[in-house]
């Protein structure tokens, strides 16, 4: 699938509620069995990160209005692929044990394996899941850099 839209949905554009802050975000969504997946790209690597978890958390639901808060995350990895893993794993143990729901990311860098980023965030009862992810997996992750920046593929344990 191609372009922004919820899985099994033909509509394609912004839907409402979602956590990505541009029309045309940087990620989109496809399925496997019993996984589900995004493809993610930026022209950067920090743009590229906060694609992929907008692609996550979209994944688990939409936000609604309500108050923002906002928290540091920093991570530190061998590799550019297990960095991001590193990262979406936060972010989703973030979600399941503290109930933070992503809506933005702040200041986003990356130098020598580690990431640095704030975290802004409504809490679990201003978003409506519609999925729980499990867990981030490795199976196929790879980053990559081309002309026009960085892609990669994430599959996600449902």
Known sequence: MVGHSKPGSDKKGPTPGCACPRKKPGFAIFGT?????IRARGRTLPRLFENAAYG???????????PVHERGISVRAGSADLLLYAWLSELLYLHD??????VGFRGTTIVDNRLSSRMVYV???????????KAVTLH?????RGAGGYRVS????L
Do not use: P, S, Y
Request: zero cysteines; proline letters at 0%; hydrophobic letters at 50%.
């Open 123 to 133: 809490k679990a009862g201003a978003a409506r899941v519609e999925r729980q992810i």
């Open 97 to 102: 044990a503290k109930g933070h729901f992503a």
């Open 154 to 157: 994430v599959i996600f344990d």
């Open 56 to 66: 996550m958390f979209h994944i688990i639901g939409t936000a609604a209005e309500g």
């Open 140 to 144: 196929g992750l790879d980053v990559v």
């Open 33 to 37: 069995t019993a996984d589900m997946g």
